[in-house]
């Protein structure tokens, strides 16, 4: 079995190989090595690729499909419904799963990105306050910005800050994800009693965690399912 990839030349001290969520293949290796030792690398792991890439493919099948008029908030598909009467305000009926705009949200990303943001800054500060309230957690400051790689981050100086994209997740996930920071005010590590105290206070984390794992877009907005 062959398997496209792209080589890296560097400082590096070993030939390595990495497998992203898209299923590209990397391999970086030092300047000078030679290409026949770099094949034989890759040949060496044709099992592990399989699995990797096979494994990949398994989570892509979980993952959130959004389709045509439909818009992903809280977990849940909400219907959109354009409505030139009501000018620039955005409606949602959360009772219905519906989502009223003169313009179309579906159709342009920016606008639909606009709508996220704007959700977002609602949603997000007032959890993170509410929880730390119940919880017994003195915040310091509160950020919702638009990350990539992480879903949240607790600062030394108390400042919560979590990624805005997580409005597309349900809200048990976002409580997950906040009380997980919230967490860090107590340990600024990953230590065993910083998981014991995040297990005490979050029982179902790791399910909520898997469902980011799983479910989560890869693409924020989300992309359209091709029907």
Known sequence: MTFEYNIKYGKYKNISLRVDRLKNITITAPSNVNIDLIRNFVQSKTDWIKKTLDKIES??????KVYDNKILLFGEFYDF???HNIGKEIIINHHKKEIYASKNLTTNSDLLLKFYKREAIFYIPAKIKELASKLGYIVNGI?????KSIY???SSKGIVTVSE???LAPKDVIDSIIIHELTHLDYMNHSKNFYNKLY???PNYD??????KEKMPKNYPPTKAVT
């Open 59 to 64: 989570k892509n099948e979980t993952e959130i």
């Open 81 to 83: 419904i354009l409505a």
């Open 143 to 147: 950020k919702v910005r638009r990350t």
């Open 152 to 154: 949240g981050s607790c």
């Open 165 to 167: 994209r997580v409005i």
């Open 200 to 202: 005490k206070l979050s």
């Open 207 to 212: 399910i909520c965690n898997n469902w980011l």
